[in-house]
């Protein structure tokens, strides 16, 4: 005798439907059915490309060779479903004289973030991702948004710290947006401070500058996502400067120098991978029709064949992008795209300019001065309504206004653009204030 069971379970739903069919004629009663045949001797999976079958299996409890009925695999799929990992699992099954065959129907959650640790010292993150693998064998570093994947890796961690230290207390949030979003998992219950700041793989060359930097934290909280900002606005910017375009850093690493009840004592590792210094080999302009190109290289700095300053070339780029403001340009973009060539260690800059829309003066404001005040600085303004807009003009008159108005008193001044793409026009509103 041969019977086929089959039924799905939709998560998120609780209803489970099931559906069964004699598949072949049986010559023996139907409660004459072999005790063997509830014997689970095989288990495939289908539809899922993310996990690996023996992970699969795992989670669900079951093993070969036990004997199961309709409860065991309901049980093992509310498992599955539980994790949050799969957005569809269903299951069917089959036995005869030989035993019990099931399939696992899955269908893979793809909106998963990732996890981060934020001061998790005591480990480091390799290791919190093996211990928590070897727990829970579906975990691939992300976790669904619902589920309770997420409080199992809680409850699992809790357990590790609390054998550190009985004070600690695990918390995790989510942070970020959109893409950017990461359950963090952080611990309290104790001061994390860092010590001494290490640079593996940093050259002689720039290793002054990076121990110069280290004074910025030494001394305080330890936190990986405070020390991301470091990297990426102090230490990088040393690299980027000097040509070492490619220059990166590693996770930081913490190592306990000393752990007492309500203070803990780190010193930290930031690992650099320096790369190639690169040189200019040349910069390429295109899109421009307002200003010639020789116009602008004259505010380029970066010369030919010397390592490249990546973060002046910037500045640079911003100040050629505002250029195109004083000729109604308001919106133009400029992007630089690098093309390097690592045989020779240089690097090519493609500058494409969009210029976008020429802008009028619109409607202009002044709020915070008296009559007398307003109609005297609206005399001074020289941008008339229905001229080619200059983006840098406003700046410029608020800078003299403020010191012409200095003399009754301490006064400072905001600009506040209103641009308007369908009549292409640019509202400015001057708001004057008066120290007391």
Do not use: C
Request: without cysteine; charged residues 25%.
């Amino acid at each position: 005798m041969k019977i086929l069971i089959f039924a799905i379970l939709f998560i998120g739903l609780s209803t489970l439907t099931s559906a069964q069919r004699q598949n072949t004629p049986s010559k023996r009663r139907a409660g004459a059915v072999s005790s063997s045949a509830h014997k689970l001797v095989d288990i495939k999976i289908t539809g899922s490309t993310q996990y690996a079958p023996a992970a699969v299996i795992a989670t669900t409890g079951l093993k070969i060779g036990q004997t199961v009925n309709e409860e065991n695999f309901k049980e093992a799929v509310q498992k599955l479903g539980e994790t949050g990992l799969f957005s569809n699992v269903g299951y069917s099954f089959g036995f005869d004289r030989e035993g019990t065959k099931l399939t696992l129907e899955l269908a893979d959650n793809d909106k998963l973030v990732p996890v981060e640790f934020d001061n998790l010292v005591w480990y480091s993150r390799q290791e919190l991702l093996d211990k928590i693998r070897q727990a829970i064998p579906l975990f691939q570093g992300r976790v669904p948004a619902s589920g309770d994947l997420t409080d199992q890796i809680a409850d699992l961690l809790s357990v590790m710290l609390a054998q550190k230290n009985p004070q600690l207390h695990l918390d995790y949030l989510r942070s970020g947006t959109g893409a950017n979003h990461a359950i963090v998992f952080s611990v309290s219950g104790t001061e994390i401070k860092i010590g001494r700041v290490e640079y593996p793989g940093a050259s002689a060359a720039h290793l002054p500058a990076l121990t110069a930097l280290s004074k910025k934290i030494e001394g305080a909280d330890f936190q990986s996502s405070t020390l991301s900002p470091f990297i990426k606005l102090d230490l990088l910017p040393i690299y980027r400067k000097d040509g070492f375009l490619k220059a990166s850093f590693g996770e930081p690493v913490a190592e306990v120098v000393s752990d007492k009840p309500d203070e803990t004592d780190v010193n930290v590792k930031l690992p650099v991978q320096e790369g190639e210094q690169y040189r200019l080999d040349k910069i390429a302009f295109t899109g421009s029709s307002t200003f010639p190109e020789q116009k602008l290289r004259t505010l380029i700095h970066s010369e030919t064949g010397k390592p490249v300053n990546e973060i002046q070339l910037k500045n640079d780029l911003e100040l050629l992008r505002r250029l195109y403001g004083t000729r109604g340009h308001v919106k133009a973009v400029v992007e630089p795209e690098a093309e390097f060539n690592d045989a020779q260690r240089t690097v090519t800059y493609e500058v494409t300019i969009n210029e976008g829309n020429v802008y009028k003066m619109g409607e202009l404001v002044f709020e915070g001065l008296d009559d007398k005040l307003t109609a005297r600085m609206r005399e001074a303004w020289k941008l008339p309504e229905g001229e080619t807009y200059d983006s840098t003009y406003p700046q410029q008159f608020v800078r003299q206004a403020v010191l012409d108005l200095s003399k009754d008193g301490r006064w400072t001044a905001a600009v506040h653009e209103s641009v308007d793409d369908k009549d292409s026009t640019v509202d400015v509103n001057l708001a004057f204030s008066k120290s007391q």
